[in-house]
């Protein structure tokens, strides 16, 4: 049950991009078309922000969007405002285990 | 407007047990599977253990298989995460969440676990 391999930081200028990766395996990331993103601000609970690798719950901006190739996911947040300055978390549906998740990347607003 | 509120978490010794409540409200409780993570202090999110809408089917987090137990009473619209055998590494906060298609799409504002002497 080893966790999803993000970068621990990332950081981006007000109204520019930012791309978080997200690496697993065949048994996860790469097996099943059901990777999750969190944010989480900083003593609040987590918020979905996307689901099945590309999907987005209602509410979300459509500044997030989220993508998938073999192993690897991500998460790009266009556009950047101060309120996306957060911790953000992958995760993965991985079978058995049943779920495993990322790293986390706290992501910095300049 | 659909919520989760844990509720149990506290100072415990090391070897000591505790039990979490997590009681959801406005939505169908019986109809999702429910899971429980934590987050230890300067630590990310951990998948700990999930549970079947009906029960039948519990999974957990190699690191706490045989010591935790988690269970759920539809009636009451309550799942319940049983600690024991507790170790300092056990120290977090403690997050229920709904399972909608393969991702946690509501969460509780979490519970606090202190394991220490």
């Known amino acids: 049950q080893s966790a999803l391999t993000q970068p621990p930081s990332a950081s981006g200028s007000l109204g520019q991009s930012v791309t978080i990766s997200c690496t697993g395996t065949?048994?996860?990331?790469?097996?099943?078309?059901?990777v999750s993103w969190y944010q989480q601000h900083p003593d609040k609970a987590p918020k979905l922000m996307i689901y099945e690798v590309s999907k987005r719950p209602s509410g979300v901006p459509d500044r997030f969007s989220g993508s998938k190739s073999g192993n690897t996911a991500s998460l790009t947040v266009s556009g950047l405002q101060a309120e996306d300055e957060a911790d953000y978390y992958c995760n993965s549906y991985a079978g058995s285990i049943p779920y495993v998740f990322g790293t986390g990347t706290k992501v910095t607003v300049l | 407007e659909v919520q989760l509120v844990e509720s149990g978490g506290g100072l415990v010794q090391p070897g000591g047990s505790l039990r979490l409540s997590c009681a959801a409200s406005?939505?169908?409780?019986?109809?999702?599977?429910m899971h429980w993570v934590r987050r230890a202090p300067g630590k990310g999110l951990v998948w700990v253990s999930g549970i079947s809408n009906d029960g039948s089917i519990t999974t957990f987090a190699n690191s706490v298989k045989d010591r935790f137990t988690i269970s759920r009473d539809n009636a009451k619209h309550t799942v319940f995460l049983q600690l024991s055998s507790l170790t300092a590494e056990d120290t977090a906060v403690y997050y229920c969440?709904?399972?909608?298609?393969?991702?946690?799409?509501?969460w509780g504002q979490g519970t606090m676990v202190t394991v220490s002497s």
């Open positions: 406005r939505f169908t409780f019986s109809g999702y599977w």
């Open positions: 065949s048994s996860d990331v790469g097996g099943y078309n059901y």
């Open positions: 969440a709904r399972d909608t298609r393969y991702s946690f799409d509501i």
